[in-house]
């Protein structure tokens, strides 16, 4: 009786426990219905379907047209002709440095080493010699320790103070050009007398016109004489500084790009002799051609 009593008491606490449980779920279903509207929608990615790639067919591009390049004349000649070699031999060891690039040098005649110099010279194959002639220049004072040829000479002596120069330095010369000489080179006259003695000890020797009066007949003399010639551009050692010197040679550059040669001539002085030794490997680099004046000579 006892236990019949104890399993009915059970069966009504596991019903009260079920419904207490169907309660709670029936509460929370009322109170999410009311909660839903209150939260925010879920979006949905709509995903597109998959569009085919349109492949356009290939058009080649218009030619590129290439940039106008104006023509240019190009790197032209140059000529070195260093003047007043003869007093010492230091042009020598500065010709030496310049190999293998060409210079001309000029040496005095009657002077201490000229034929010293002329003959050392004359030998290196990166160099040729020239007379550097002492000609009457416009001022009397400038006749020091030299024989200069006047044009009060007569045409006898003229020649025979020439022969004289030429017995020394003949041998080793290929050409002449003028020491001073402004006045000289200015009369008609006294330069045909020398250009035809110039032309009968050797017709192949040249006279470069050192250009130091804006009066000179030497090209137009030599022209009738059939002398072949040539005139200086640019003087280099004007002013003795080795930054002018340095402008000089820039100068002489752009006179062989407009007229496709240039002849310039220095002398025996240190600034100027430093300046082409730093300065003549870098011209034929830019594209120059170094020569001789006997190059350039007509």
């Known amino acids: 009786m006892r236990n019949s009593n104890k399993n009915t008491n059970n069966r009504f606490f596991v019903l009260g426990v079920l419904f207490l ?3 709670i779920l029936v509460t929370l279903f009322f109170i999410l219905k009311e909660i839903k509207p209150m939260l925010p929608p879920v979006k949905t990615k709509i995903i597109q379907p ?3 790639a349109i492949i356009q067919p290939f058009v080649k591009p ?3 047209k290439p940039p106008v390049v104006k023509e240019e004349k190009g790197h032209g000649e140059i000529a070195f002709d260093i003047d007043d ?5 230091e042009i020598i060891g500065a010709v030496k440095k310049l ?7 000029a040496v005095i005649p009657d002077t201490p080493y000229g034929v010293y110099d002329a003959k050392a010279l004359s030998k290196m194959p990166n160099c040729q010699v020239i007379m550097h002639l002492p000609l009457e220049p416009d001022n009397p004072r400038d006749m020091t320790g030299l024989k200069f040829l006047t044009i009060n000479m007569s045409a006898k002596q003229i020649k025979h103070r020439f022969d004289g120069f ?8 290929v050409g002449v050009n003028n020491h001073e000489g402004s006045l000289f080179t ?3 006259e006294k330069m045909k007398e020398l250009l035809m003695d110039l032309k009968s000890k050797n017709k192949n020797l040249f006279f470069l016109d050192s250009m130091t009066s804006p009066y000179s007949v030497v090209g137009t003399e030599a022209e009738k004489l059939g002398v072949k010639t040539a005139k200086r551009d640019v003087f280099l050692d004007d002013n003795t500084s080795y930054n002018s010197v340095v402008q000089s040679i820039e100068e002489t550059k752009q006179v062989a790009l407009e007229d496709g040669h240039a002849i310039a001539i220095g002398h025996v002085l240190p600034e100027t ?4 030794e730093q300065q003549v490997p870098l011209i034929a680099q830019e594209g120059y051609k170094l020569v001789f004046v006997s190059q350039l000579v007509h």
């Not at 070699?85 to 031999?89: E, F, K, L, S, V």
């Not at 030429?166 to 010369?173: F, P, S």
């Open 186 to 188: 200015s009369n008609k």
């Open 99 to 105: 190999q293998p690039y060409p210079v001309t040098v």
């Open 21 to 23: 449980i169907f309660l």
């Open 50 to 52: 998959f569009k085919k």
């Open 273 to 276: 002799l430093a300046a082409l």
């Open 166 to 173: 030429y017995k020394e330095l003949g041998r080793y010369i």
């Open 85 to 89: 070699a003869g007093w010492n031999t």
């Open 62 to 64: 218009p030619p590129i």
